[in-house]
């Protein structure tokens, strides 16, 4: 622990021990349960924290439009965010193009990423059917399923990646 940690410690324990507590700054406000619920979720590769729902690229393509073409463009290959299709081959080139089909390793992840972060404007918007949906059409963009493969909880984590074994895990 460090010096200054070590301070403000002992500056939070003299001003509760002076009963001065209740003269410090009121942050933060409490979280609900459904609202921590909303947020407080963990996917991991093998599927475990995957919710119900389902989806293919068919279904997926309406959801792009509405939500994700005028950052990511038409088809996934950019505009004003990076592409999300693409630079298949390109990681060990001078000029790496790092994509969901050149450079995730999991399926999963394209799930959890778009769940917790996506539409920019409006994170957490997409119901889970719209995510496996938007989920399916990129990896279907990618060329790694196809249109009316159907992806859920089940079929996700199956996926494989491209890049999968790209990574060199250190313990």
Request: hydrophobic share 40%.
């Amino acid at each position: 622990m460090s010096m200054h940690n070590i301070g403000i410690i002992i500056i939070l324990n003299i001003l509760v021990t002076a009963g001065l507590a209740d003269e410090l700054p009121d942050l933060g406000v409490p979280v609900d349960a459904e609202t921590l619920a909303a947020i407080d979720f963990t996917v991991l590769p093998n599927g475990d924290g995957l919710p119900d729902g389902s989806g293919t690229a068919a279904g997926g393509a309406a959801i792009y439009q509405l939500h994700c073409l005028a950052c990511h463009g038409e088809g996934g290959i950019g505009s004003v965010n990076d592409s999300l299709v693409g630079g298949h081959d390109s990681l060990a080139t001078q000029r790496p193009q790092k994509t969901v089909g050149s450079y995730w390793p999991y399926a999963t992840t394209i799930f959890d990423y778009v769940r917790r972060a996506m539409p920019l404007q409006a994170p957490g918007a997409l119901s889970n059917d719209e995510i496996y949906a938007v989920t399916a059409y990129l990896l279907f963009l990618n060329g790694i399923v196809g249109e009316d493969k159907e992806i859920n909880s089940r079929t996700l984590p199956l996926v494989e990646m491209p890049n999968r074994d790209g990574f060199v895990w250190v313990y």
